[in-house]
Nanobody
Framework: QLQLMESGGGLVQPGGSLRLSCAASGYTLDYYSIGWFRQAPGKEREGVSCISRFDDNTYYVDSMKGRFTSSRDNAKKAVYLQMDSLKPEDTAVYYC????????????????????WGQGTQVTVSS
């Protein structure tokens, strides 16, 4: 069974950067599209981005476009989320998830489309 583990979270000042990693074990990532999600305290989990299997097309929620970049290294069985120009409202637990299909639309229902989830990594943006 595919297992995912996020890392790279931490405390960063506004305007700073972090790079999150999503490492896979059990299976290669080649056949999976990988989504990034986040959940702030008291809020529902929301989609951030998705990088598609096979063609590496990437999709972002509008508020993250230009600030967040998703990439993958199939040889390392890892997907990354580079986050720049971070804001306090980006504070949340960030999750990666995998689906054996093309990227689902990044709407509220997208969380139900993914089959495998990591445990999450905390990102705190604060001065």
């Amino acid at each position: 069974q595919l297992q995912l583990m996020e890392s790279g979270g931490g405390l960063v000042q506004p305007g700073g950067s972090l790079r999150l990693s999503c490492a896979a074990s059990g299976y290669t990532l080649d056949y999976y599209s990988i989504g990034w999600f986040r959940q702030a305290p008291g809020k529902e989990r929301e989609g951030v981005s998705c990088i598609s299997r096979f063609d590496d097309n990437t999709y972002y929620v509008d508020s993250m476009k230009g600030r967040f970049t998703s990439s993958r290294d199939n040889a390392k069985k890892a997907v990354y989320l580079q986050m720049d120009s971070l804001k306090p409202e980006d504070t949340a637990v960030y999750y990666c998830a995998a689906v054996g299909a093309k990227c689902p639309p990044l709407g509220p229902m997208s969380i139900y489309k993914y089959d495998y989830w990591g445990q999450g990594t905390q990102v705190t943006v604060s001065s």
